[in-house]
């Protein structure tokens, strides 16, 4: 009799995390569309600043703001999706799943930035707009070193992969772990984890967390981030190239 509950138990159990997984899945194509909708805003942006209508721009980025409210609340939905149903140990007792969701997302809540202005995605809106006009230039109340910080701004937690050394925009197939957010190079990282029995720690250096290869995936949202990575590169590389002719008519001039 025991035998048949904890078989039971054991069944409800992977019936919620594919579940969750599929919600999680679901939730992240929706996270995408939103990464999308921000970058057509700065497209939007950055040609009404090309024809300096300005008002126009500062109404675009209050969309953009009331938008990324949005877009934080379905990141801490995905989250909370994937973390009740890996938690999750069906008891004796019904569990109360909402509860658990709710609990969860104020926690991610808590923990996460509140001042949507400062986030990275407007940062690279604003910068995008300045940068119409003022390419190698700071942004106003920042430093010349703060440019680089900016331009190179993104959501990935490493850009090269651990295992085989190459850039992360170079990856033939990039995933990412669930768990801590890493990015590796699919076919190396599945080697890797097939290699440790079930016991493949991250192999980024000073990462805790282990390995499951249904648990590092590919998802929408990390094609779009590479893509972001590759996008903002190449500006920097453009500003690097203004700066150096710049500083070549100095050195004509004197």
């Known amino acids: 009799m025991a035998s048949t509950s904890a078989s039971r138990s054991t069944g409800v159990t992977g019936r919620i995390r594919t579940a969750a997984s599929t919600l999680y899945s679901d939730n992240q194509s929706l996270i995408a569309e939103f990464r999308k909708a921000f970058n057509m805003m700065k497209e939007i942006g950055v040609d009404l600043e090309r024809d300096n209508k300005s008002q126009m721009v500062k109404e675009l980025e209050n ?3 009331e938008l990324l409210a949005t877009y ?9 999706i994937h973390s009740v149903g890996d938690r999750c140990q069906p008891g004796e007792e ?11 997302i104020v926690k991610l809540k808590a923990s996460s930035s509140s001042v949507l202005q400062n986030h990275p995605i407007i940062r690279q809106f604003r910068e995008a ?15 010349q070193d703060d440019i680089v910080m900016t331009s190179t701004q993104c959501s990935l937690l490493n850009i090269t992969c651990p295992l085989s050394g190459k850039p992360v925009v170079d990856l033939a197939e990039p995933v990412r772990s669930i768990e801590c957010k890493h990015v590796y190079e699919k076919n190396s ?4 984890i ?20 249904q648990k590092v ?21 453009m500003t690097d190239v203004i700066e150096d002719c710049t500083a070549l008519d100095e050195e004509d001039c004197d």
């Open 63 to 65: 969309a953009a703001v």
């Open 72 to 80: 934080e609340d379905c990141t801490h939905f995905s989250s909370a």
């Open 94 to 104: 019904s569990t109360n799943f909402k509860k658990l969701f709710e609990d969860e």
């Open 129 to 143: 707009i300045w940068n119409v006009h003022h390419a190698g230039e700071p942004m106003p109340g920042e430093e």
């Open 189 to 192: 990282i599945m080697l890797y």
């Open 194 to 213: 097939r290699s440790k029995n079930a016991r493949a720690k991250c192999p980024v250096a000073g990462c805790p967390k282990m390995l499951q290869a």
């Open 217 to 237: 995936l590919c998802d929408p949202v990390l094609l779009m981030e590479i893509d972001e990575m590759r996008a903002m590169s190449k500006q920097t590389a």
